[in-house]
């Protein structure tokens, strides 16, 4: 059974503070790994995807990854208001079998960011 | 530039109605999947389908069937809608190496 965990939270952090965001994973065999943003009532959105150890930058987001620790993280920096949302993890193994063709969803980190 | 294109955005519909939720894309994509998702809680797989002709059943068990007779459309039926059936509907496309995309959604409330 692949498994991705995630905080449910509510996660909250002060307007221009970095937000941390973890996820940890089963499937030693995984080899991309995914961020959705998700605001309330609409559909995931793909903000960051990384598939080698270390960090990724793409303006205020990174994403860090450790294959030998199982644990992927997104990094927000000067939150803003607008960054409010539920921020879903996503493991993709291509070997796997059965649904959703390898990619497994964590239930997601409410964020919220503060004024 | 929107990939997966899925109407109605919105659908109130009264018991035991029959309805399809229509999913749509541009791109080619062989890999397309159907998500259902309360308010606030996960996504749960309900239907995928691998291309032309295929289609499987997902980890959630769902009175809805799918079709995959083109490679285009991958619409969502429901023979006899009931009330338990009302929550969001996302369909999603592989784009690669994992990545999603995401249509609107169909939020269906059944009274």
């Known amino acids: 059974q692949k498994e991705v965990e995630q905080n449910s939270g509510p996660l909250s952090v002060p307007e221009g503070a970095i937000a941390s965001l973890n996820c940890t994973y089963s499937d030693r065999g995984s080899q991309s790994f995914f961020w959705y943003r998700q605001y309330s009532g609409k559909s995931p959105e793909l903000i960051m995807f990384i598939y080698s150890n270390g960090d990724k930058e793409d303006g205020r987001f990174t994403a860090q990854l450790n294959k030998a620790s199982q644990y992927v993280s997104l990094l927000i920096r000067d939150s803003q208001p607008s960054d409010s949302a539920t921020y879903l993890c996503?493991?993709?193994?291509?070997?796997?079998?059965?649904?959703?063709?390898?990619?497994?969803f964590g239930k997601g980190t409410h964020l919220i960011i503060q004024p | 530039e929107a990939d997966i294109y899925q109407t109605p955005r919105y659908l109130v519909i009264g018991t035991g109605k029959k309805i399809t939720l229509e999913c749509s894309q541009t791109m080619g994509h062989d890999k397309m999947y159907w998500y259902q998702q309360d308010p606030g809680m996960e996504l749960h797989l309900i239907h995928y389908s691998y291309g032309v002709n295929s289609t499987e059943k997902g980890d959630l068990s769902s009175e809805s069937t799918v079709s995959r007779i083109r490679t285009e459309h991958f619409p969502l039926t429901l023979e006899s809608a009931r009330p338990s059936h009302t929550s969001q509907y996302l369909c999603a496309a592989l784009k690669g190496q994992g990545g999603y995309t995401f249509g609107s959604g169909t939020r269906l409330t059944v009274v």
């Open positions: 996503a493991v993709y193994n291509p070997h796997s079998g059965g649904g959703a063709d390898g990619l497994t």
